[in-house]
DNA sequence: ATAATTAGTTACATACAGTACATAATTATT
DNA sequence: AATAATTATGTACTGTATGTAACTAATTAT
């Protein structure tokens, strides 16, 4: 465990200024004194802390305060400089390339998405990533050098810890540390690499529900089903890194006609759970309901479809056909189990429904609440994801920012030591 | 989010104070240079700091280091005075009041055991064991101003908040804040109240499995079923402080012959879960199986256990059985359900089984880990309780310490604000 | 115009830690 | 047995931080 401890004086100052620039950046600018006050300092200390911070070109000193009413001399205003460094958010998903950069308070100042054709390499991926990061770049008008963090999510299994991408059945080709260390390379800053739901789960957090949740689950529901958890308002891995791989559940081994568990193997086919909520599930029950019921246009549309039968499905329930409604209300039915489950276990306060099913919308929520209805516990509020396909940007976005704030404005750079 | 604020110098001696006594506590006694060393100051500072804590009685000089087989003057030794306090860790259950006494470094001066007789009122409850505790600490030495802190666990559904206990069934006396206030009143110092399983929890971490797991289950298994739950090194509770609340998984709703899951409602009844590997069902299959068998004798004593009969069959199944080891089989394959449920979700390094079943050591742990062979993931080691009966005290005495350790020996006492 | 009010500046006292050097008490060496 | 080497301790002094206080500056209120 790490124990810090104050080698010299130089510990408080660093100490007072996390402090302050802490309290600043929630405001936009604040007079010196207010400042003191906010943070328990007295002035001179507050000021010198700031001088230093100018220094640093953290912090501006603004004009005077005009606006005020009150008696006496203005105010000088002190503010945040958001400006002094930018942070990258960054998703690759078989669909799409999305590209986020943020000044330091997180307020976007470009974003950019790139549709991805069907047959392009691993190194043509990156590429094509590298030069829409460019454009965004440009369009910020931000220089490469003012990048401090950028953040990528990708699907497949990964390891945030190195770097290296394990497993991505959807783009083999981006397999192993080819992304990271080409990121690095070409943005001179420090690159994570984390799995898309994991970082969509955060990002939801901070920009979906617009509150902080403590504790939410997020769960991508598409043609796999994963979640991202939240406890006690920190990302939960488990101990391979492997928390909340909900597509594993067997719930239903029992039920009648049901698939035996052993079809397949992790991680490269479908588990339990996913096999009979996700997409290709779907898509049969739907096709099934629909030729129950003499619904031959929609028959065609799944058709047409071809490779992209689950989508056809998803707008057919946004339409309100009914076959793909039908079918929609029988996975919600089995996914309500899954949340009963999660509930038992986790008791969160919130579950989030992002992929694909999130188009569903109020309708999906509806159903799945209703076969929550009779379920002993009382359950989690349930909600579709606010920012969809946005989410994972939006999450690397964080990451990248809660980086920056562990590394930079938090206690540990100088004047500190860590015990041996 | 808590924001600290150093007020001055005392902040860095606050800090180091801490930073030493950390150290110091992990050893037996050290030399101030060795300490210096450690710990990363100059010995002039690491003295100073020695010197307050000697005054508030937290550390001591002992002799001279006459063991040192280096060269050079032999160093002053500096010892931290665990007996500078101690703290309580209670146990209530239907069967028997426990009482550990330790110090401050967690070492056990004292445990006592006092059986409960069955009639006993809530009141007649808390006197024996403020009786039990005043014995504990004639036997220890230790008189009543010297407690810091206690903590009692019992079952039911209690709020570590207020200290109110809200509901158990099996003691209905103790309903309300009777227990605390009374200890509290009798002891003089806080009385933190929570849920024995989740305290057996802490206990197991702590003492149990000898090695302290980032993440961990345990699961109580009895006549009901739940669990206490440790992510990242720290107790989990959920929103509604229900998290782990095993008993009401409902996998087994679609089983043919599965009793339906609306019989109770929560809390009072069983959960689904419950219902089908609880005490109640392991009597029901034993005694099926003793009559499949012709077992006489087995249902004879089951017969005559009378209230007892859980124990009759677990005592059979220690004594091999079949009738009952075929039960125990049977319920270890439902649970095995739910520790992989509790795998896909929570993906823990560790389940450990407590509670009575616990007495059925390796027997049912092969059995469970037979069950689980066939599961898709990999799933985490499983164990017995090491601790047994007197896992919620060791929790009870954990939490103790750690209040200790929060309130009196890390930063925020002195010297310190929180920015509004 | 003057008083009151608030902000900013400068000077000084205080507290803490670090460095440097002298001193004390051992073991190792001759 | 005397001396050197080694390690621990003690004292003096320096550097850097904060706080308090007094003074100056720029406004609003009377």
């Known amino acids: 465990m790490e124990q810090l401890v104050a080698a010299g004086t130089r510990f408080m100052r660093e100490v007072n200024a996390v402090a302050i620039l802490r309290r600043l950046r929630t405001e936009t600018s604040m007079s010196v004194s207010a400042l003191a006050k906010a943070v328990g300092l007295s002035r001179q200390a507050v000021a010198r ?15 005077v305060d005009r606006d005020s009413t009150r008696a006496g001399r203005p105010a000088q205003l002190v503010r945040f400089r958001a400006e002094a460094g930018h942070v990258l958010g960054l998703s690759i998903s078989p669909q799409d390339l999305r590209v986020a950069i943020s000044d330091l308070a997180g307020t976007v100042t470009a974003a950019d998405v790139t549709p991805l054709g069907g047959g392009a390499s691993g190194a043509e991926v990156v590429e094509t990533l590298l030069s829409t990061v460019r454009g965004a770049l440009q369009e910020a008008g931000v220089r490469t050098g003012d990048l401090w963090f950028a953040s990528v999510g990708t699907p497949g299994i990964v390891d945030p810890a190195t770097g290296v991408i394990k497993l991505i059945p959807s783009m083999p080709g981006l397999t192993g540390d080819l992304l990271v260390r080409r990121l690095e390379e070409s943005l001179g800053c420090p690159v994570y690499l984390d799995n898309d739901v994991k970082l969509a789960t955060q990002g939801e957090r901070w920009r979906g529900a617009e509150r902080r949740e403590d504790s939410l689950v997020m769960v991508h529901w598409g043609e796999r089903v994963g979640a991202g958890i939240v406890l006690n308002g920190e990302l939960y891995r488990g101990t391979s890194n492997d928390a909340g791989d909900v597509g594993f559940l067997d719930l239903f081994a029992d039920a009648p006609g049901a698939a035996p568990a052993t079809v397949s193997r992790h991680p490269h086919g479908l588990g339990p759970f996913e096999a009979v909520v996700g997409g290709a599930e779907i898509v049969r029950l739907a096709t099934a309901a629909a030729r129950r019921a003499g619904d031959d246009p929609l028959l065609a549309r799944i058709d047409a479809a071809g490779e992209r039968a689950f989508d056809a499905v998803l707008d057919a329930v946004t339409d309100g056909a009914p076959p793909a409604l039908e079918a929609i209300d029988v996975v919600a039915s089995r996914f309500a189990k899954g949340v009963a489950v999660l509930r038992a276990i986790l008791n969160p306060r919130l579950v989030v429904i992002g992929g694909p ?9 509806t159903a799945v609440r209703r076969h929550l209805a009779d379920q002993l516990l009382d359950q989690p509020a349930l909600e579709v994801s606010a920012l969809r396909d946005d989410a994972v940007v939006h999450g690397a976005l964080r990451h990248s920012l809660d980086e920056i704030e562990r590394t930079r404005f938090d206690l540990g750079r100088n004047g500190f030591q860590e015990a041996r």
Not at 357 to 365: D, K, M, P, Q, S
């Open 49 to 63: 802390s700031l001088n230093a911070l100018v220094d640093e070109g953290l912090v501006e000193f603004g004009s």
């Open 357 to 365: 099913l999130a188009r569903c919308g109020e309708t999906l929520l």
